[in-house]
């Protein structure tokens, strides 16, 4: 299973939005706050009244988002059955609600831009999850009275998978706290946004997967 940042699809949104007179450090703050709480709580007020958008917007975007999240995954492309796939896009759900941040205070940069450093605590629900899941499952399989079609494995292993990251979701530990800088910015038009590689920087550090 891959993955690529989970952020994907509210940044479209939110890089077309905030208009024109320029924004005071607080401001700054509590944009950047809504736009990751909106992607990863599913918590819109704030957002919304940022982005002159409706919160029928925001929520399709979210799910839109973590449609993405799937597809990136690389679940959609295995032939998993319906009720597996469902549960992993609800677990994707449950993940990234889990996440901690803290959004620091804004701090003037160069070119109208503000600075803001995000303290987050790493989860580590995917640690050594790859080689507990291939235990288990070279385990069950070994003990099995007729080998297994390709088919029967697939959908096995990545039910145990599914097994276990629920678990994991469900009582998640973190890792120490790290920090993340980003920016609020204006482009040629004055319009801000935060730019897409430092939003997907902070979710591959919220959510390192270098042992899935």
Not at 112 to 138: C, L, M, N, R, W
Not at 170 to 179: A, D, I, L, V
Not at 189 to 212: M, R, S, W
Request: with cysteine; net charge negative; proline share 3%.
């Amino acid at each position: 299973m891959r993955k690529k940042g989970l952020l994907a699809a509210l940044v479209i949104l939110v890089m077309m939005v905030l208009s024109g007179c320029g924004m005071s450090a607080e401001d700054a703050q509590s944009y950047a706050k809504s736009v990751l709480d909106a992607n990863y709580k599913g918590e819109f007020k704030d957002y919304v009244e940022w982005t002159k958008s409706s919160e029928k917007e925001a929520k399709e975007l979210y799910e839109e988002n973590i449609d993405t999240t799937m597809k990136e995954s690389g679940l959609n492309d295995l032939g998993l059955s319906e009720e597996l796939s469902a549960n992993y896009r609800q677990m994707f759900v449950d993940m990234v609600k889990q996440a901690k941040y803290e959004v620091g205070e804004a701090k003037e940069a160069d070119d109208d831009a503000y600075s803001i450093e995000i303290t987050v605590e790493p989860f580590t629900g995917f640690d050594g999850i790859q080689d507990e899941v291939t235990t288990k499952v070279t385990e069950e399989v070994r003990n099995m009275e007729e080998i297994p079609g390709e088919e029967q494995i697939n959908e096995l292993f990545y039910q145990r998978m599914y097994d276990i990251m629920a678990e994991r979701v469900k009582n998640p530990t973190f890792g120490e706290k790290e920090s993340v800088t980003v920016h609020v910015k204006p482009d040629s038009d004055g319009v801000y946004y935060i730019p897409q590689d430092e939003l997907t920087k902070l979710d591959n550090t919220l959510f390192p997967a270098d042992n899935l």
